[in-house]
């Protein structure tokens, strides 16, 4: 065991020998001066406070950063009085969590979504996730020049995905993810849950107030607010919708959804059984659409060209190219349209995936 480390040494504080007890006119004149000095801080505290405040009480919170402006140049930022919302802590933490599930097995991990998602980096790696494809763009980039392009990239990418064009929207920008506006990172991020169905339940009805900062002339700035809505109230299959007999089954009897799925396959393998065709797991098998296809046209009895769809789809829109083309053909032949989008299927949600082969068990279990 190591003997404790000597301390150093120090100097004795000797008391000065000219130090005097303090009369009492002495402690009397001390209380006065206190007072006058404590006064003199008020009033200034006061001064600095009519000079700082720009006139209004419910004048916003603007960080010191913001004020470096060009003239005639405008910045949105988010009240700093928003982000001590609880619901806009509560959606952030939600999409943070989805994030690093997501990526899990990549290992990387968010904190704060603005810091960890301006550059691009971790927005690559989430949309070739959630798309299983690979974005033509350099792994590592430490310049800023790097990083805006990279991050236009990925923007492109994911416009092209949601929207169907990778021409710009006004909800998010290169500039302002790259500047790290909190606005659009959750436009952006959220877009994304929504789209790809994220199994999360996104806040509803969140919204922030949002400063618009203007730099009018060298000294002088002006402010406008406004209300941004980040999320609204869902209805959609995914987000939030009636519970219906998949899940309760799914949340309270995962026994009878295991006879349930094994009726399913043994239906559908009852008609693909035609054309040499097994299906062992309805979790991964109908995800590219393909089976999907087939087994309508032989319900319908009818051969469907091989030019309509992709045979052996070779990425995310090609699968939703197939199973779109199935829910037209269950329309076709009376069938209500899904209530999922072809997205779901793609996304291997199995809950989308079993409503949409029970009904078609519901219509044709009796044919041969």
């Known amino acids: 065991m190591t003997s404790p480390r000597p301390k150093s040494p120090r100097t004795p504080v000797l008391p000065k020998k000219e130090d005097k007890e303090e009369s009492f006119w002495d402690k009397i004149g001390t209380i006065g001066r206190k007072k006058r000095i404590k006064e003199v801080q008020e009033v200034q505290a006061e001064g600095k406070y009519a000079i700082d405040s720009p006139g209004s009480p419910t004048a916003p919170e603007i960080p010191p950063e913001e004020y470096s402006l060009l003239d005639n140049e405008e910045r949105a930022i988010i009240e700093p009085r928003s982000l001590e919302d609880p619901r806009v802590k509560d959606l952030i933490q939600v999409l943070i969590d989805w994030i690093n599930d997501e990526l899990a097995a990549q290992r990387i991990i968010v904190k704060d979504i603005s810091e960890d998602l301006y550059d691009g980096q971790v927005l690559q790696k989430l949309l070739e996730k959630l798309t299983e494809t690979k974005l033509d763009v350099p792994e590592v980039t430490q310049s800023e020049e790097g990083q805006r392009q990279k991050l236009a990239i990925v923007l492109r990418a994911v416009n092209r995905v949601i929207y169907g064009t990778s021409k710009p929207v006004q909800k998010w920008s290169v500039d302002s993810i790259h500047s790290k506006n909190v606005v659009s990172i959750l436009h952006l991020l959220v877009a994304l849950a929504r789209y790809f169905r994220a199994p999360v339940r996104l806040p509803e009805n969140v919204s922030v107030n949002v400063v618009v900062v203007k730099k009018d002339a060298p000294n002088q700035l002006s402010h406008r607010t406004y209300i941004e809505d980040i999320t609204t109230t869902y209805d959609d299959l995914g987000m939030k919708c009636e519970r219906d007999a998949f899940d309760a089954l799914f949340d309270h009897a995962p026994d009878k959804l295991q006879v349930v799925k094994k ?76 209530k999922a989008r072809s997205e779901d299927i793609v996304n291997l949600d199995l809950k989308s995936t079993l409503r949409v082969l029970y009904n078609l068990f519901t219509k044709y279990k009796n044919q041969p």
């Open 263 to 338: 009726s399913l396959i043994t239906f559908v393998n009852k008609h693909l059984s035609k054309v040499n065709l097994e299906v062992m797991d309805l979790d991964s098998q109908f995800h590219d659409g393909v089976y999907l296809v087939l087994l309508m046209g032989l319900l319908e009895g009818y051969f469907v060209p091989l030019f309509d769809f992709h045979l052996t789809p070779q990425d995310f829109d090609q699968k939703v190219h197939n199973v779109s083309l199935a829910f037209e053909l269950m329309q076709d032949a009376g069938l209500a349209k899904p």
